[in-house]
């Protein structure tokens, strides 16, 4: 019922930036949160930046201070500007979001490499 694509992946160097980008399309009444998970080769996925309903905003610390996550309801569509990138932010960054269509449920982009690297 519900899709979600990521864009924006890529490589860049240490200490420069990327923005994602996640558009959810489908049958959506509502979409309660979306937010960004990474997974790094050999490492369990983790939580990289959450944006709910409310306008809060939850960030891993390894993040704070350099990921920004904002949202456009309007456009179904939530961002991950990524700044002052290190090689340990190399990952595979996935789209996640809870959305009502109509009953609440859970859906994943298909994944985004980021490559820090120089």
């Known amino acids: 019922q519900v899709q979600l694509v990521e864009s924006g992946g890529g490589l860049v160097q240490p200490g420069g930036s990327l923005r994602l980008s996640c558009a959810a399309s489908?049958?959506?009444?509502?979409?309660?949160?979306m937010g960004w998970y990474r997974q790094a080769p050999g490492k369990q996925r983790e939580l990289v930046a959450l944006h709910t309903s409310s306008g809060s905003t939850n960030y891993a610390d390894s993040v704070k201070g350099r990921f920004t996550i904002s949202r456009s309801n309007a456009r179904n569509t939530v961002y991950l500007q990524m700044n002052s990138l290190k090689p340990e932010d190399t990952a595979v960054y996935s789209c996640?979001?809870?959305?009502?269509?109509?009953?609440?449920?859970?859906?994943w982009g298909q994944g985004t490499q980021v490559t820090v690297s120089s």
């Open positions: 996640y979001a809870d959305v009502y269509s109509p009953r609440l449920a859970s859906y």
């Open positions: 489908g049958i959506i009444f509502n979409i309660n949160a």
